[in-house]
């Protein structure tokens, strides 16, 4: 056994103070080099753990969905450079939105001035919204269809949205787009409703196929089997007539599956060209990759 007098302690904890400034040292000059040459986007990845000692592993939405502990790691990372910007692990119980506050205010003990926070629909929130706005923090993010106000733009727009003089090309894509504001916490922000009919179509094609294979499996069937588990029966009504199942499809329900298929939501802060938008929210798969 090793023994650790308590100099030695003394000594051991000093040391592990000045790496710590060391680190923050560092960061603060990456981070001021980094900030102000290009967008940097934001992302949290979930890492899971069989292990009984380490302090940050706690339960909590576990992205993978594995029933295991987990250390949530938050990252800002450099859209053209592709290199990471800051890191910060959390408590796997940590709430993004905690998380997020927390790297603000990282960013602002490092002084990294003219950020540009890009972040997908499973940061937005209308705490998030007004925490970001409160600290000044320009940002680009996409809405969740879950929320009323995405809803009612993609309805304001769907009627209007496939006219020619509202097609732009994104990367080689032909993209329709409806650009208009709304006010949040007493900020106008910019609003975007992108729809893409390839996309759309795509999805129904997938869906669609899915849902006939599954309805031809069961066609001449007496009983559905028990073995049988499919995502897709939702989008079949089973009756049984003269003891044989009688298959039809629920139209309303694959209807309402495919009616947002294709549409994009995206709020900006600052942003006010629809292509530039778009392409600077694609971009953010850069993070997700590292």
Do not use: C
């Not at 100099?7 to 000093?14: A, G, T, V």
């Not at 950020?115 to 629909?121: A, C, E, G, P």
């Amino acid at each position: 056994d090793i023994v650790l007098t308590s100099q030695r302690i003394s000594e051991l904890l000093q040391d592990l103070g000045r790496m710590d400034r060391e680190r923050i040292e560092f960061f603060h000059h990456w981070t001021r080099h980094r900030a102000e040459r290009e967008y940097l986007a934001f992302d949290i990845t979930s890492i899971s753990s069989y292990s009984k000692l380490m302090e940050y592993l706690e339960f909590g939405y576990n992205r993978d969905g594995e029933d295991l502990p987990q250390v949530n790691m938050g990252i800002l990372f450099g859209q053209t450079s592709l290199l990471p910007v800051f890191y910060r692990i959390h408590q796997g119980s940590i709430r993004d939105m905690t998380t997020i506050a927390s790297m603000m205010e990282y960013a602002k003990l490092f002084d990294m001035k003219n950020l540009r926070w890009v972040m997908d629909k499973g940061f937005f929130s209308d705490e998030n919204l007004a925490g970001m706005l409160k600290n000044k923090v320009h940002f680009t993010i996409s809405m969740p269809f879950t929320t009323s106000l995405a809803q009612t733009m993609v309805e304001k727009a769907r009627q209007r949205i496939g006219r020619p003089a509202k097609t732009v090309i994104v990367n080689g894509d032909l993209i329709n787009v409806e650009h208009g504001k709304v006010t949040s916490h007493r900020k106008t922000l910019q609003s975007f409703v992108y729809y893409n009919e390839r996309r759309y179509l795509d999805a129904k094609e997938s869906l669609m196929k899915q849902v006939v294979r599954l309805e031809h499996f069961l066609e001449g069937r007496r009983s559905i089997p028990p073995s049988l588990s499919n995502q897709y029966m939702k989008y079949l009504k089973v009756r049984r007539t003269r003891g044989n199942l009688n298959i039809s499809r629920d139209e309303e329900k694959i209807m309402q599956s495919l009616k947002n298929r294709g549409f994009l939501v995206i709020l900006s802060s600052d942003i006010r060209d629809a292509s530039e938008a778009l392409h600077l929210y694609r971009a953010k798969d850069a993070v997700e990759r590292a």
